[in-house]
């Protein structure tokens, strides 16, 4: 062969070679992933493992760009912004919007969950039942919950008259909760309450454990009052032309990570929390206390006119109320019963 025809061979093969890798170009799925919080939070951490998991299990045919801590996307207005394409994906919690989710609202009520594991379960197996309308426009690609909320304080709560008046940072649904409680709640963003507690603004904070060290919180409440009040629940959601639009192998993949993540995100969290609380232990010298028996069954009387309002609430929308509060109850049971 001479050296024409060789180098016309060479110039075919580069031709074949870069027409191949436009083509491989051309065939990744490149999508956006928007959430709040920051990226050491578990949401995040959640949202990198499940960018991770399709990016593998696609073979690289999927790439996802995330977007933590709100540089995309904020809390309030992230079903919005995904529905209109801002963002192909989106976190939100749920229970930040009270009243607007009112068939997942029924996991925030005080039901004694002392997993996020169990909760989120809960979360997504009543959510599959009911197909609530507010998620029509988009594809729920997983859901879950914090751990419980505890009480984080700068002085001990070891008893609810202790904790009459208090100021606590909460948010969304854990305000009324904090109310029957004797509480005084104060809504701020998480971000300034390390400012308001130094200034005695507040003197605690309602939430899950994880933030004692995700944001050093030990440092500012060095006393947990362990009382397994209700979860905070969140959904991931998908654009839905986004989703119609991506191969049947490509949906596979997700469909098959719903449950899955889930289930990994509130066991890391559960994990999470108590590695939490060890570390506070360790380098802020926290203390733990728990409400004495009789205390707690105090605080499932108090909170109880709660699910009573909720019962009411969504049964003037037309949805059983009661029996959604049951599912929960019944849901709860089996995964516990299940070791989760």
Avoid at 64 to 92: H, Q, S, W
Avoid at 142 to 169: A, D, H
Wanted: aromatic fraction near 8%; charge should be negative.
């Amino acid at each position: 062969m001479n050296v024409k025809v060789l180098f016309s061979s060479w110039l075919a093969m580069l031709g074949l070679l870069g027409t191949l890798a436009g083509i491989a170009r051309a065939e990744t799925i490149s999508l956006t992933y928007a959430n709040f919080p920051p990226a050491v939070t578990f949401p995040s951490v959640q949202m990198e493992r499940w960018a991770d998991e399709v990016e593998k299990r696609t073979q690289g045919k999927v790439k996802i760009r995330t977007f933590p801590g709100g540089t995309l996307l904020g809390a309030k207005n992230m079903l919005e912004g995904v529905t209109a394409g801002t963002a192909d994906i989106g976190n939100f919690a749920m229970s930040y919007q009270p009243g607007r989710f009112p068939v997942a609202e029924a996991v925030d009520l005080y039901h004694g969950f002392t997993s996020a594991k169990v909760a989120s379960l809960v979360l997504l197996d009543l959510v599959d039942k009911y197909q609530p309308e507010e998620f029509e426009k988009v594809k729920i690609l997983t859901l879950f919950t914090c751990p419980p909320t505890n009480l984080m304080t700068k002085s001990p709560v070891k008893s609810l008259q202790e904790l009459k008046g208090m100021e606590l940072r909460v948010a969304g649904t854990s305000a009324e909760i904090l109310k029957l409680l004797g509480g005084t709640p104060v809504a701020m963003p998480q971000s300034e309450t390390p400012e308001a507690l130094q200034k005695g603004v507040v003197k605690g904070i309602v939430s899950s454990l994880e933030i004692l060290q995700d944001f050093k919180f030990a440092a500012y409440t060095p006393n947990v009052t362990l009382v397994d009040l209700p979860v905070v629940s969140f959904a991931v959601v998908m654009n839905k032309a986004k989703w119609e639009a991506l191969p049947a192998d490509v949906q596979q993949v997700m469909n098959d990570l719903v449950r899955e993540q889930a289930e990994w995100t509130g066991a890391y969290v559960d994990a999470h929390a108590a590695e939490a609380l060890a570390w506070s232990e360790k380098e802020y010298q926290l203390q733990q206390f728990r409400l004495p028996p009789t205390e707690q069954e105090r605080i499932a009387t108090l909170l109880a006119p709660l699910t009573n309002v909720y019962i009411r609430k969504v049964s003037a929308q037309g949805l059983d109320g009661e029996q959604i509060v049951q599912d929960v109850q019944a849901l709860k049971a089996k995964y516990e019963a299940a070791g989760n």
